[in-house]
């Protein structure tokens, strides 16, 4: 085998998980700040960073932000969700920025050993007014972080040989 420089990254890659139950314990401030820093150091189109990130910790608001998530429970027992925003006065790439964003703080929080889940299923109206988040901003998605309290085994993926391809589109990668 080649000697490949050891990625800590490719790590969190591998061990994230959609984590759909968590402890109530509180998120030290410190890593709480690092998983934000992730997000801010995102890559964006022309660097014009098109994403807000509301950090909601309030526990009725959580429980708002849940019911208006298609009542997905779970959202409002992580300690802090994050609502991922992205400005389309700012960007034409408003929806792709703020996803990378999004996942960078999956992946940091996936290092510190906290959960996270992607949720893409909520009212934007709803959270929109939860939020008070302006009108002419979209809502990307919601981020419930927190301890996980279940260790969800590896959803499976499609096979090496059905989504990589050499040269042109249908023909298998590695041959
Ligand atoms: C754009 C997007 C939206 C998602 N929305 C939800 C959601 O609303 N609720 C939920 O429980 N999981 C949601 N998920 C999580 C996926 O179900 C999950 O990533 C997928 O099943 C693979 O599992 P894994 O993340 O544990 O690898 C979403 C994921 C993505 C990328």
């Not at 959960?115 to 979209?138: D, N, Q």
């Not at 969800?152 to 499609?158: D, E």
């Amino acid at each position: 085998m080649c000697a490949v420089k050891r990625m800590e990254v490719f790590e969190a890659i591998a061990k994230r998980r959609s984590v759909r139950k968590y402890k109530s314990d509180p998120i030290p401030e410190e890593a709480l700040l690092r998983v934000l820093e992730a997000a801010r150091l995102a890559p964006s189109a022309g660097n014009r960073q098109p994403w807000r990130f509301v950090v909601v910790k309030d526990a009725g608001r959580r429980a708002e932000i849940a019911k208006a998530a298609n009542d997905q429970r779970f959202v409002a027992e992580a300690p802090v969700v994050i609502a991922v925003i992205g400005e389309s006065k700012e960007s034409r790439w408003y929806k792709q920025d703020p996803m990378i964003a999004a996942e960078h703080v999956c992946l940091e929080a996936a290092e510190l050993g906290l959960g996270t889940c992607w949720v893409g299923a909520f009212s934007e109206p709803e959270v929109k007014r939860i939020l008070k988040i302006p009108e002419e901003s979209s809502v990307i998605c919601l981020i419930p972080l927190g301890y996980p309290a279940e260790s969800p085994n590896a959803r499976g993926r499609k096979a090496i040989g059905e989504v990589f391809f050499a040269e042109e589109y249908g023909r298998p990668y590695p041959a």
